[in-house]
Nanobody, 126 residues
Framework: QVQLEESGGGSVQTGGSLRLSCAASGYVYNYYCVAWFRQVPGQEREGVAAIDTARYTYYHDSVKGRFSISRDSAKYTAYLQMDSLKPEDSAIYYC????????????????????WGQGKQVTVSS
């Protein structure tokens, strides 16, 4: 079983930056996909970015060039650096983990992930 603990997030003005961290504990896997999702009330959870142990990265079109996902394998931690934030980025952000390589076509589908963090609020004010 994998446990995910998120940290970071918070409130910032338009154009500001925030960073989210996701620390994994429990069983150690040799290959996996870690993704960040976000959700606003009344909407489906959407994939924001993903990275796997082969270091392939994937991004939602709306965050390309502004967000960056990375991981530190020694610390079993993944990060989401969010720059040039916009009000529409406001949401609860969730870390997700699945012990397989990210799928280039379906990485952003929340149903493909079984392990989730508790979520962190990100609020961007105009």
């Amino acid at each position: 079983q994998v446990q995910l603990e998120e940290s970071g997030g918070g409130s910032v003005q338009t154009g500001g930056s925030l960073r989210l961290s996701c620390a994994a504990s429990g069983y150690v896997y040799n290959y996996y996909c870690v993704a960040w999702f976000r959700q606003v009330p009344g909407q489906e959870r959407e994939g924001v970015a993903a990275i796997d142990t082969a270091r392939y990265t994937y991004y939602h079109d709306s965050v390309k060039g502004r967000f960056s996902i990375s991981r530190d394998s020694a610390k079993y931690t993944a990060y989401l650096q969010m720059d040039s934030l916009k009000p529409e980025d406001s949401a609860i952000y969730y870390c997700a983990f699945e012990p397989q390589y990210c799928n280039s076509r379906s990485w952003g589908a929340y149903r493909n992930f079984r392990h989730w963090g508790q979520g962190k609020q990100v609020t961007v004010s105009s």
